[in-house]
């Protein structure tokens, strides 16, 4: 879709890392880095703690200088530009608090135009419709007069959202904006980031560890692989090919391709079986609980029984009159926890 346009953002055999002091060698993260934002594209940053996505996301936003090549913005070398030429097309959100005392929403998101102002500092007309459009676009014109201290962390995070979009930037990157946010939020924090990617024409990068987000959403993903290469493609190119499998495969992680996410296997010891009698959801509740209890569902040939009557919250047995009943997945965890040796034949029912 987004084939033809020029990218917004490049690095051309780029290597990142840390210069030493004199006469010692530099440390190089990254090497032959070669990637390419194109306008409208939302392109999820991904890897391994420690893989090298800050270095990366710092490069590239030219708060540290590459050990060797380019980042061009707008096809202009990054390291050419003056910061206000930067900030004109080039917004960053870090993940660190920003200290902006009592400001208020709204003057914390004019900030964002400071690279547009005289040195009188007066605010123009374009200034106030960019602040308003970047307070709509990200979610927060109704809290516009509300201090930023006191928000939640996901309206903060828009707030900083609106203030790099009232830079009208062609390229705003933000460093894991959804961190710390819960499930709902990421997901309607996620669906606001493609939106916008779309109606303002930027092209977003951001860090993430949600690599479920990446496939899902990315129009592209940068796979940062703990061996100092940057894999650029299409989600499915990644995930079908063999990168993403191999960056996440470890001891006991695999990339599970039906669910698109980690999986990490449980290497404790399997406890005693348990068939469970319930159906539905129920059923996958109570397996659930038997699973965080050490124990293992199983079918017919199970150690014990377990026996689930509905209702909020539940009744279960287990092992029928031999043995012990109760209510709520709560004391039947603390009950299978406690009884660790499976019982004598004679007492089984299963
Ligand atoms: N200032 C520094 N000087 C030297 N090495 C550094 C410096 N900062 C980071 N590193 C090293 O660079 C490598 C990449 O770190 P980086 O923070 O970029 O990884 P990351 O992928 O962002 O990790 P995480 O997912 O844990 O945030 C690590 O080995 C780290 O120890």
Redesign the pocket.
């Known amino acids: 879709m987004t084939e033809d346009l020029r990218p917004a953002l490049q690095a051309v055999a780029l290597a990142a ?2 210069r030493r002091r004199r006469r010692h060698p530099a ?1 190089t ?1 990254l090497r032959d880095v070669h990637l390419a934002a194109r306008p409208g594209e939302l392109i999820a940053l991904i ?12 490069t590239l936003v030219g708060a540290q200088p590459p050990l060797s090549g380019h980042v061009l913005l707008d096809g202009r070398d990054l390291a050419t530009l003056s910061p206000r030429q930067r900030a004109r097309r080039l917004a960053v959100t870090l993940t660190e608090p920003v200290d902006v005392g009592q400001m208020s929403v709204e003057a914390v998101v004019a900030l964002g135009r400071m690279p547009y102002r005289s040195w009188i500092g007066r605010e123009t007309a374009r200034d106030r419709t960019a602040v308003d459009g970047a307070l709509v676009d990200a979610g927060v014109a109704e809290l516009r007069d509300r201090p930023l201290t006191d928000l939640s962390d996901g309206e903060r995070q828009r707030v900083m959202v609106a203030r790099a979009l009232a830079q009208e930037p062609a390229v705003l990157v933000l460093d ?1 904006p959804t961190a710390f946010l819960d499930v709902a939020r990421r997901i309607e924090f996620a669906a606001m980031l493609t939106r916008l990617a779309a109606t303002t024409g930027a092209a977003i990068v951001l ?1 993430t ?1 949600d690599l479920g987000f990446a496939l899902r959403r990315a129009d592209q993903v940068w796979l ?1 692989g703990g061996d100092g290469t940057v894999t650029a493609g299409a989600p499915e190119d990644l995930a079908y090919g063999d990168a993403v499998t191999r960056t996440f495969t470890g001891e006991n992680m695999s990339f599970d391709d039906a669910a698109a996410t980690i999986v990490v296997a449980d290497d404790s010891e399997p406890g005693a079986t348990v068939r469970v009698i319930a159906d539905g959801r129920l059923r996958q509740w109570a397996e659930h609980a038997v699973r965080r209890a050490g124990w293992e569902p199983a079918a017919d040939d199970a150690d014990h029984v377990l026996s689930i009557e509905h209702g909020t919250p539940c009744h279960w047995h287990v092992d029928g009159a031999h043995s012990a009943q109760g209510v709520g997945f709560d004391s039947l965890v603390t009950h299978l926890r406690a009884r660790t040796v499976p019982l004598p034949e004679d007492a089984r029912t299963g």
Do not use: Q
């Open positions: 890392g840390y440390v993260v890897g391994p703690n420690g893989a090298g996505k800050s270095t990366l996301l710092r894991e860090s560890h940062v």
